[in-house]
């Protein structure tokens, strides 16, 4: 997917304001930026957050560092008290909607971003002990 600096990426140029209620984490490789992974608390459903920019550059991919950081970020999310975790994502990035998909969450609508044709979602109450 292409930069959209103005649109669907203008979160990235303005961290602090966009994420200050949530958490962007980079993930480095010998010194250089390798991915991105982020949420924050969002509107769409009661004491929800949506996981955004999950990224990987080519060369981390493949290794199980996708899983990892899903799996980090739904554990800080659990760990804060949410109830759902909403994504979109677009059904060109064929390795993220599979990994969703085996990962529990389920296809909803109401895509909200242009660039995006699918929507997910995974309600944390069953996943509480």
Known sequence: MGWEPEGADADVLNVEECYGDGEFWVVESNGCVVGTAAYYPIDRAENAVEIRKMYLQSEARGQGLGRFLLNALEAVIIQKGFAEIWIETASVLKEAVILYERSGYE???????ERCDRVYVKKLSVLRT
């Open 107 to 113: 296809a909803a609508t109401g895509v909200e971003t």
